[in-house]
Structure formats: structure tokens, C-alpha cells
């Protein structure tokens, strides 16, 4: 069976894991926490970085952050993981579902434009494939309407928008390192604060219990006690030794999957000039950290005829999101089916094909052989 995913490990992860170990600190913020924030700040130009437990609560600080309450609204693509609707719900205001783009599969900056009323507080902008939003586009609309951008980078670590890393662009970025993710310390995430330092000030509090801890840690107070609103959102230093180690392989990495996506991408040019499935589509203002490939199918029942052969054959290839806003809770939102028609067409037709540094050339070229060959009829 050909995997749809597989995380890259690489020599160090046991040595650090062992380290940290002998270091006697294994809860949050120790010696590896230090070295992944420094790198990451360094690396991708963050103001300020915080390791979190996930993506998902990066996203739930950074709505704590924001202040929503109830009665504000967020707009958000429907085509996207829950995460990043349910630090909206959870603090009791409520999502409002837009569209997405044809070539990216990303939110669609016309469509957010429609769809801000006087509640809106925030945008979150879902960077699909690792492939970046139109983040000028949604940058100006924010300034006009003085609403805060919150990016859901979880999939875009070590991308591009026209020279700057996603999550470094909005007020917030939300990183993941869950394992289906290029870097990856089994769950994980961070938080990056991007410019304000009041901002900043608080997600050190709320990532702490609500205390000041950090300042106290820092030797800025002579005692730490609760100060404001917050829950448990360190790693455990353990976490952040594997992390490292991935970290040290960042190009490497990128370069495996660059290969991988390139290699898939050449073979099925032909398929796609047949019009037999469309290829995806990076924007000349992305540099892509190439997380993902998929297809575009003519058709859903197309896509799963095709998935359910490639799995006959031993090859793991999967379908995406069901649309947010037809989801079950997204019904129970008030939402229906047909409210939001791109999505829920783009979404029927997508295949994801199996991804991960160490894809084998041969095994690619099985897949494609396969691809032609169930295609054809
Ligand atoms: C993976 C993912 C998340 C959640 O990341 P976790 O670290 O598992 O919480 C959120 N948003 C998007 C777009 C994702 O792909």
C-alpha cells in the first residue's frame, strides 16, 4: 500500500528527545522550546513567535486576542478545517462562510468584501495547499473596514507571498507541526504575533493560564498570579525537540516535496490537456512549500470512481473538506446547501494524491500509470 502520508524523520529526533530528557525539563518553554522560537523568529522573520499544543489552539488564543464576543461575526473560507471556525463559535460569535477562487482553492477576497456588515471584527485567511491567499487584496480590504486578519498558515509554513512567510503578514499567523504537516512534532503549533506589542504582551498571559508567569520567569515581576482570562497552550519541551530536529532539515525537506510535486505535476500535463482533470495552481506571487497535490475531477462521481480504483491498487488517495457550511453544525449555524456554490462544486471533485518528502519515483510513476489507465475508460 502506498501511504497518503508519511512524516520525515530524520537522524536527530531521538538524540534531542533523549537530551531534553537528561535536561530534567520536560514541560513547556525549556532549552528545545527556546531553540525552535529563536529559529522560527530568525528564519521566517516573526516579530514574535509562541509554541503552542496545535494550530487549533493557536486559532482559540488568537480569537481570545482579538476580543470576539458575541454578536461579532468572522469571515472565513467554508472550504477549510474546523479549526478555524471554532474558536469563533467557542467564543460565542459567529462565522460568516465565504467563497473560494477557482485556480487556488483560497477565500475569495470579492466574496469577503460582500459579506462585511457592521459586526464583522476579523478575516481569516486560509493559506490551501500551503498556497498563499491574495493577502494585498485582503490586507487593503481589512484596512478599510478596520477589521484584524487572522492567517491560518497551519498548512503555508516555509511559503511565500511575494518574498514574506505566511503568518507573518496578517496581526496573527497559526502555525501547525501536526504530523500530516510538512514539519512535524506529532501534534504542535504556534502562535506568531506579528506587530502589535500589546498583543504580543497578552498571548503571553493567556498561553500561561491567564498569569504572568513568562514576566516573572524573565525576572520583570517579583511574583506571577492570575491577571487575566487563559488555559494551557504550552508544548511540552519533549515536542519541541523533534520539532528542532525537523527544523534542521527545512530545505531539505522542501526539496523532496518540490520533487515529488513537480514530478507529478509533468506526468499528468498530458491528462490535463485531454481535459480529463485539471492541475493546480500556484500564483506567480507564491513561492509554494509544495504541502499538497491534488486534482480536479470533471466530476464528484468521477472523483470517487477514480479514488475507489487508485485504492484497489494499493494507492491511498483522499477527498478534502465537506464544506463548513453543510456540515451538520454548519446546518445547526443556519446554513443550507447551495448557499455557497463554488465551494461545494470544487470541493465534490478534488483528489488529493498521495504526498510526503520520501514518495519514491517508482511508486509515483505507478500512480500515474494507474491515474491514465482508470481514466481512460
Ligand atoms: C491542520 C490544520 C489545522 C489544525 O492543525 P492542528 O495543529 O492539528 O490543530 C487548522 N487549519 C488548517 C487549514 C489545517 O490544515
Known amino acids: 500500500m502506498i501511504p497518503f ?24 518553554d525549556g532549552y528545545y522550546t527556546k531553540q525552535v522560537t529563536k529559529f522560527m523568529e530568525k528564519t521566517f522573520n516573526i516579530k514574535k513567535a509562541l509554541m503552542t499544543t496545535s494550530c487549533s489552539s493557536a486559532l482559540d488564543m488568537s480569537a481570545l486576542l482579538i476580543d470576539l464576543k458575541q454578536g461579532d461575526e468572522v469571515i472565513l473560507p467554508s472550504y477549510t478545517f474546523v479549526s478555524t471556525a471554532n474558536d469563533i463559535v467557542l467564543r460565542g460569535a459567529k462565522p460568516i462562510f465565504a467563497d473560494i477562487c477557482e485556480d487556488t482553492l483560497n477565500i475569495d477576497p470579492i466574496d469577503i468584501e460582500r459579506k462585511i456588515t457592521k459586526k464583522t471584527k476579523a478575516i481569516i485567511s486560509v493559506h490551501y495547499a500551503g498556497v498563499a491567499c491574495d ?16 492567517e491560518d498558515a497551519a498548512q503555508g509554513v516555509n511559503s511565500k507571498y511575494k ?41 503571553e498571559i493567556i498561553r500561561e493560564k491567564g498569569t504572568n508567569r513568562s514576566q516573572f520567569i524573565r525576572g520583570e515581576v517579583n511574583k506571577y498570579s492570575w491577571v487575566d482570562i487563559g488555559s494551557s497552550y504550552l508544548p511540552s519541551d519533549i515536542l519541541a525537540a523533534l520539532l528542532y530536529a525537523q527544523f534542521e532539515k527545512l530545505d531539505e525537506i522542501q526539496k523532496k516535496r518540490k520533487k515529488v ?9 498530458d491528462l490535463e490537456k485531454q481535459e480529463k482533470l485539471r492541475l493546480p495552481v500556484i500564483p506567480q ?5 509544495y ?4 486534482i480536479l475531477l470533471n466530476s464528484e462521481n468521477e472523483r470517487n470512481y477514480l479514488m475507489d480504483k487508485l485504492k484497489e491498487k494499493g494507492i491511498s488517495a483522499a477527498f478534502h473538506y465537506i464544506p463548513l457550511h453543510s456540515s451538520p453544525m454548519g446546518l445547526k449555524l443556519g446554513y443550507k446547501q447551495g448557499d455557497i456554490p463554488k465551494t461545494e462544486n470544487l470541493s465534490s471533485r478534488i483528489l488529493r494524491l498521495p504526498m510526503y518528502a520520501e514518495l519514491k519515483e517508482a511508486d ?6 494507474n491515474i491514465e489507465k482508470i481514466l481512460e475508460n
Open 135 to 150: 493577502m494585498d487584496y485582503i490586507m487593503n480590504i481589512a484596512k478599510e473596514y478596520k477589521l484584524k486578519v487572522v
Open 5 to 28: 502520508n508519511k512524516s520525515y524523520i530524520t537522524k536527530n529526533e531521538e538524540i534531542y528527545i533523549r537530551d531534553t530528557l537528561l535536561r530534567g525539563h520536560t514541560h513547556g
Open 261 to 269: 510535486y513537480e514530478n507529478y505535476y509533468d506526468s499528468l500535463k
Open 163 to 203: 518574498g514574506k512567510y505566511l503568518g507573518t503578514i496578517g496581526d496573527i499567523g497559526c502555525y501547525s507541526f501536526h504530523s500530516t504537516k510538512n514539519y512535524s512534532s506529532g501534534e504542535g503549533g504556534a502562535i506568531l504575533i506579528n506587530n502589535d506589542e500589546t498583543l504580543i504582551k497578552r498571548a
Open 364 to 369: 509515483i510513476k505507478y500512480i500515474i500509470e
Open 285 to 289: 506571487y507564491c513561492e509554494s512549500n
Open 291 to 294: 504541502h499538497m497535490f491534488y
